[in-house]
């Protein structure tokens, strides 16, 4: 006997989390090296999901879950359709926060900071390291096959998977990178047997200021 059709997919995910600063009463001089450490590698296929929370044009916040393309040690990018209604958004107003999670670990980071435009080199290189699953996607990000039924949908797809094999397709031209350059990370450690660890760094003049909170 057949199983039945299992009427919903599961989908699990692991976010990889990097490491953390051996002592987390040590206040930093500078977070950006931490925040770094907390990230997976830019070399590691699964790429941490983020909240990004833009503002719309009547104030209100807005917000989805994008990757992390990379951190340079500076900035955060991450990469998506220029037609979009973020990039609207960041076209306005650039001011973001982005909000990551490892609920098994206890840990959430929050940055909070302006987007500007990443530089063509770098959303290209970004494309080419991208499965070719997310650069056939990059591709059919259409209003007009959205609107189209599944099957309808699957077809067009796997038309333009077979003209364009893999390895030959650059980033469509409507492909865009944002770098995030952070004012204010929030680093915050769960902590089973007391009180949750919350550490904010604010940019002041040149350096930060640190901050423990409670939360
Ligand atoms: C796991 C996951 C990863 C995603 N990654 C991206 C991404 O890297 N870039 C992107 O533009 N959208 C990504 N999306 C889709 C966005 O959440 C969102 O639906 C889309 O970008 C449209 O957002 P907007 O209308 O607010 O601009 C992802 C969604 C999920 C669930």
């Known amino acids: 006997m057949s199983e039945p059709e299992p009427r919903l997919v599961t989908i699990t995910s692991t976010q ?20 770094g450490g907390w990230l ?26 994008v990757l992390l393309s990379e951190f340079d040690g500076e900035a955060l990018f991450f990469h998506t359709d220029a037609r979009s209604r973020k990039a609207s958004e960041l076209a306005a107003n650039p001011r973001v926060s982005l909000t990551f999670v490892w609920s098994e670990l ?18 290209a290189a970004v ?10 996607l990059a591709w059919s990000n259409t209003s007009e096959l959205a609107e189209r039924g599944v099957a309808a949908r699957r077809e067009a797809w796997a038309a333009f998977a077979a003209e364009h094999p893999d390895g030959t397709l650059d980033a469509p031209p409507t492909w865009v990178g944002f770098r995030v350059t952070p004012r204010r990370i929030t680093f915050w450690r769960g902590d089973l047997d007391g009180p949750s ?19």
Do not use: H, K
């Open 106 to 123: 206890g840990r959430q980071l929050t940055v909070v900071g302006d987007a500007e435009p990443a530089s063509a080199e770098e959303a």
């Open 127 to 136: 494309f080419a390291s991208r499965s070719r699953y997310l650069q056939l």
């Open 40 to 65: 997976p590698a830019n070399t590691d296929e699964l790429r941490p999901l983020m909240t990004l929370a833009t503002i719309d044009a009547d104030g209100y916040p807005d917000s989805r879950n």
């Open 197 to 215: 660890n919350r550490v904010e760094y604010t940019r002041s003049g040149d350096g930060w200021s640190a901050e423990r909170l409670p939360g």
């Open 16 to 35: 990889a989390f990097g490491e953390d600063q051996p002592n987390p009463d040590e206040t930093l001089p500078d977070p950006l090296a931490l925040l």
